[in-house]
């Protein structure tokens, strides 16, 4: 059963934009957590951003100032919009949720248990 769907991935240009969704069934983000991970092959997942339930925001300290994540609960699809793109953010980018009692932002993996398949961004030099 697909819970999260990512879509909004590509190519682009290094400075250039892209805002990807991930598309819920099943899940409603207003009863879960959500996040946005990272990971390059061979790598450990990387938190890129969290959203809580209380819609506060985590980010890392690569991306803080350079992306924006947004949940629309009735279309029940997150966003990640990802501004002046560098090519270390070239990577597979994947959605996580959880269903929790947590009203903050969680920020580790191991907590989520729904995962979307990912979408690949490429950032050309």
């Known amino acids: 059963q697909v819970y999260l769907e990512e879509s909004g991935g590509g190519l682009v240009q290094s400075g250039d934009s892209l805002k990807l969704s991930c598309t819920a069934s099943?899940?409603?983000?207003?009863?879960?957590?959500m996040a946005w991970f990272r990971q390059a092959p061979g790598k450990e997942r990387e938190l890129v951003a969290a959203?809580?339930?209380?819609?506060?925001?985590a980010y890392s300290d690569d991306v803080k100032d350079r992306f924006t994540a947004s949940i629309d609960y009735v279309k029940n699809t997150a966003y990640l919009q990802m501004n002046s793109l560098k090519p270390g953010d070239t990577t597979i980018y994947l959605c996580?949720?959880?269903?929790?009692?947590?009203?903050?932002?969680?920020?580790?993996?191991?907590?989520?248990?729904?995962w979307g398949q990912g979408t690949s961004v490429t950032v050309a030099s």
């Open positions: 996580a949720a959880a269903r929790t009692l947590t009203v903050p932002p969680i920020t580790t993996a191991g907590d989520y248990d729904k």
């Open positions: 099943v899940v409603t983000f207003s009863t879960h957590a």
């Open positions: 959203v809580g339930r209380n819609g506060h925001k």
